[in-house]
Every structure is written in structure tokens, then in C-alpha cells.
């Protein structure tokens, strides 16, 4: 009798448990329902929050605003720094939704420039603007810089077209203080290699050549000669990769790139003249070239003569191997990419003709002979 007691008292314990766990797992049940049904909230009310919101900055900022705001759009700037200026003017609601539309329909061709823009203009709208260049102000001056100059002769052509004197931009070419200023706004660009004391100019090759627009009668030195560092760090922003895979820094790949405009000449194939500095490099062997002699004598001449390659100086590669010290021009892109991505030759010697044609060696004895043909003769 008192075993069938505890058998029932065991049965009714386990009936006790069984029914406790049955309404656990039914509160557990609501518990986990609840919470899918928040994420679910959370989700549905996210994604259609975040539709809203790029619906809402796909849209003018004030459809009914059409009061004329000045954008100054400067050389070299990308999609994210454009839309960043334009969230600041209030022309556009988001500058991130601005570039991700511009990215989605493939728009590209941006102009530099000053633009009159209203907060009623569609995105549509101000793209094709910032694409066909529509500037409601003409420029006050435009300064061309071409290829293959040297800072001083950049310095006259920036004091022919600008309110300011040749000495004054040598001036502040030169200036430490702000030599260390715009190497904290270009950290990537302006490193420490231009203060080495081999160096003759820290910013020589580093104004980059093309036309800058300015539209005021005297905009600051500063505006100027920042205009022409920025567009050199954009252009070579685009090469991070290629520079690092050949273990450049931006003030290496600039000098290499401005041996390779100094040389080339309209006719000349620059991506076999930097074959011939990167196999003389790998042999150990001088570049020997004259333009970094005539910049090691601070002579503007059409050419060298023997008593010129005695010079002695850190930039001159009759006498020191490997690249000098930094840059002795600006260079173009050709120069640069040329510089990055040589042809695959066996060529270690090239020469000039007076006619610009560029002949090829792979040993002395054949480039003697054609200097012989080619040059010796026709001096005689």
C-alpha cells in the first residue's frame, strides 16, 4: 500500500513538472515570437525609413526656392568632394545620396568652375550643368602651364597672368612655414623627402601642367599655387596602387616622370625611354642625362657640351647613379604613366636627332654608331 502511495506521489511530482515545462515553453514561444516580430518592425521600419529618405534626398532641397547660390567647383575635384560642396550650399540634401546617384547612371565629365545653382534644381539638373561647364561668370584670368617646366620658369608665366611679382611666388615656393602647412593638408603628396638638403627646389615638379581658371582680379597666391599642388595629388591619387606594386613614392615617380618629359620629344615613344632608365637602374648603371646635368647647372641651353657633365652636384647622373635628388620639371600624364608602365625592351641607350626622331640601342658599340650617323656628322 505505501509503495502504490509513493508510485502516485512520484507520478503526480513528474505530471507537475511535465505541466511547468509545457508553460514555460509556451511563454518561451510568446517571448521569441515577440521578438521576431520586433526585428521584423525594426527591419520593415528601417528599410522603409531608409526609402523614404534617399526618395526624399533624391528630391530638390526647396522646390520652390530659385534664389541663385555661387558654387566654386575647383580643378581635380572628385564626386564625394563636389557633393560635399553642394550638401554645404544647400543645392543638394545629402552629399552621399548625391554621389551613389551619380555613380548609378554613370555620370562623369565634371568642369571646374563657378556655377550660379538654385535649391530648386533636380539632381538631373545640376549634373548636366556640372557637365557642360554652364559658368554664369567668365573667368578674370586663366594661367596655362605646360609640360615639362621648371619652378622658375612657371614663376614667370604665373607673373604675367596674376597681380603678382616673379620674386614673390619664388618667394613663397620657398617659404618653410608654408612648405609645412600644405604638408599637413597633402600628407600623401608633400612628404618629408622635399626638405632634404639635396634638394634645389621642395616643390619643383610638383605644379601640375594645365589651364586654371580664376575668378576673382586677385585671388591669394595661396588660392593660386594650391590649385596647381591639388591637381598633381588628384592625378596621382589615381595611381596608389601602381606606385606601391613598383615601390614609388609620389616624389620618386615624379622625379623618374620628369627625366622621361625632359627627354622625350614630340616624336619619342616615352614608355621605351623609361625602359632604358629602368634597365640601367636594374645593371647598376648612371642614367646619364643631360637635362638633369643642364638642371644641376641652373642653364636653360638646347643642348650639352663635355666641359657640362663635370658638373658636380647630387642631380647630376653622369657621376651619380640612380635617380637624383627630386623632380627637374612638371609632367604630364603620359610622362607619369609611362613612368609607372615601361615597355619591356633590352634597350640601355637612346639618342635624339635634330629631325626629333629617337633611335634605340641595346649595347655602346651600336648607339656610338648612330650617334656617329645621326648627330656627329650632322654637326660637321
Sequence with gaps: MKALEEKKKIKETLMKKLLERQEEAKVIRKVVGLVILCLVI?????????????????????????KTVKVDIPIGSGVSSIGKILEDKGIVKNSTVFKYYVKFNNEAGFQAGSYDLTPSMTLNEIVNSLKTGKVMRKAEFKITIPEGLQLDQIAEIIAEKSPYKKDEIEKKLNDKKWLEQLKEEYPELITDEIFKKEIKRPLEGYLYPATY?????????DTILKKMIAQTNEVLAQYQEAMA????????????????E????????????????????????????????????????DKTVYKDLEVESPYNTYQVKGLP????????????????????????????????????????????????????????
Excluded at 53 to 59: P, T
Excluded at 245 to 260: F, G, K
Excluded at 283 to 288: F, R, T
Excluded at 359 to 377: P, Q, V
Aim: hydrophobic share 30%; aromatic share 10%.
Design 262 to 301: 625632359e627627354e622625350a620629344t614630340e616624336k619619342a615613344d616615352r614608355g621605351k625611354i623609361s625602359s632604358v632608365f629602368y634597365n640601367r637602374m636594374e645593371e647598376g648603371m648612371p642614367l646619364q642625362t643631360d637635362p638633369t646635368v643642364l638642371y644641376a647647372l641652373g642653364k636653360h641651353k
Design 213 to 221: 581658371p580664376f575668378y576673382e582680379k586677385k585671388p591669394s597666391l
Design 245 to 260: 606594386a613598383n615601390e614609388y613614392t609620389p616624389h620618386e615617380l615624379l622625379t623618374l616622370s620628369s627625366l622621361i
Design 42 to 66: 525594426i527591419i520593415g521600419g528601417t528599410g522603409i525609413g531608409g526609402y523614404l529618405y534617399v526618395n526624399s534626398a533624391l528630391k530638390p532641397v526647396d522646390p520652390d526656392n530659385t
Design 325 to 380: 635628388p627630386g623632380p627637374i620639371a612638371n609632367a604630364g600624364l603620359s610622362s607619369i604613366e609611362a613612368a609607372l608602365q615601361p615597355e619591356d625592351t633590352e634597350y640601355y641607350y637612346f639618342l635624339a636627332a635634330s629631325n626629333g626622331s629617337v633611335y634605340y640601342s641595346e649595347t655602346l658599340d651600336e648607339h656610338n654608331e648612330k650617334k656617329a650617323k645621326y648627330i656627329t656628322n650632322k654637326e660637321e
